[in-house]
T-cell receptor, first 113, second 112 residues
Framework: KNEVEQSPQNLTAQEGEFITINCSYS?????LHWLQQHPGGGIVSLFM???GKKKHGRLIATINIQEKHSSLHITASHPRDSAVYIC???????????????FGKGTLLTVNP | KAGVTQTPRYLIKTRGQQVTLSCSPI?????VSWYQQTPGQGLQFLFE???????NKGNFPGRFSGRQFSNSRSEMNVSTLELGDSALYLC???????????FGNGTRLTVT
């Protein structure tokens, strides 16, 4: 079964702390998405990565294709980082370009001042 | 560039009715995909259209259908509404399969 597992489900941190959110998936994929959703707000795509590491400001995403594992890191966390972070993997239905995007349950991050 | 626009923002329908939701992608984006978000199931993929053709489909009943027009705008239709169809429906557009997704703000559907 094609699955995406995220951990932790909930995370509370103090401002300035280093945050790590983990995502594991069951089968090989072409690329993994990291998304951010603020309460009552829309979804923003943070990263789409197929190998190695990507960095955008204080956010860093890494992926290990062999281990089928990705991490999202936030350095020097800030209260405005409080949001739900979701990873998503495109599992192929029948090979080729057909796929079904499958989402993790999300990690609710709360950063306190 | 204008972002992804979804209309309407809110809808209240009665069980058994049908509903049509609209999504206008970012200019130049040929792919539009649709998602359902509920507190219990989280985000779930409905389908994706590219150049007016449905390319991928999630595990939803045939009551959920969609289409894409030549200008890349897309509509999603749900027939014979059930209480369990109450959800936030999101669409996203992207330039191609290797491009990141750009989401709209969603349509919140309530079925009573």
């Amino acid at each position: 079964k094609n699955e995406v597992e995220q951990s932790p489900q909930n995370l509370t941190a103090q401002e300035g702390e280093f945050i790590t959110i983990n995502c594991s998936y069951s089968v090989g994929i072409s690329a993994l998405h990291w998304l951010q959703q603020h309460p009552g707000g829309g979804i923003v795509s943070l990263f789409m990565l197929s190998s190695g590491k990507k960095k955008h400001g204080r956010l860093i995403a890494t992926i290990n294709i062999q281990e089928k594992h990705s991490s999202l890191h936030i350095t020097a966390s800030h209260p405005r980082d409080s949001a739900v972070y979701i990873c998503a993997a495109p599992f192929s239905n029948s090979g080729g370009s057909n796929y079904k995007l499958t989402f993790g349950k999300g990690t609710l991050l709360t950063v306190n001042p | 560039k204008a972002g992804v626009t979804q209309t309407p923002r809110y809808l209240i329908k009665t069980r058994g009715q049908q509903v049509t939701l609209s999504c206008s992608p970012i200019s130049g984006h040929r792919s539009v995909s649709w998602y359902q978000q509920t507190p219990g199931q989280g985000l779930q993929f409905l389908f994706e259209y590219f150049s007016e053709t449905q390319r991928n489909k999630g595990n939803f009943p045939g009551r959920f259908s969609g289409r894409q027009f030549s200008n890349s705008r897309s509509e999603m239709n749900v027939s014979t509404l059930e209480l369990g169809d109450s959800a936030l429906y999101l669409c996203a557009s992207r330039q191609g399969v290797d491009s990141p997704l750009h989401f709209g703000n969603g349509t919140r559907l309530t079925v009573t």
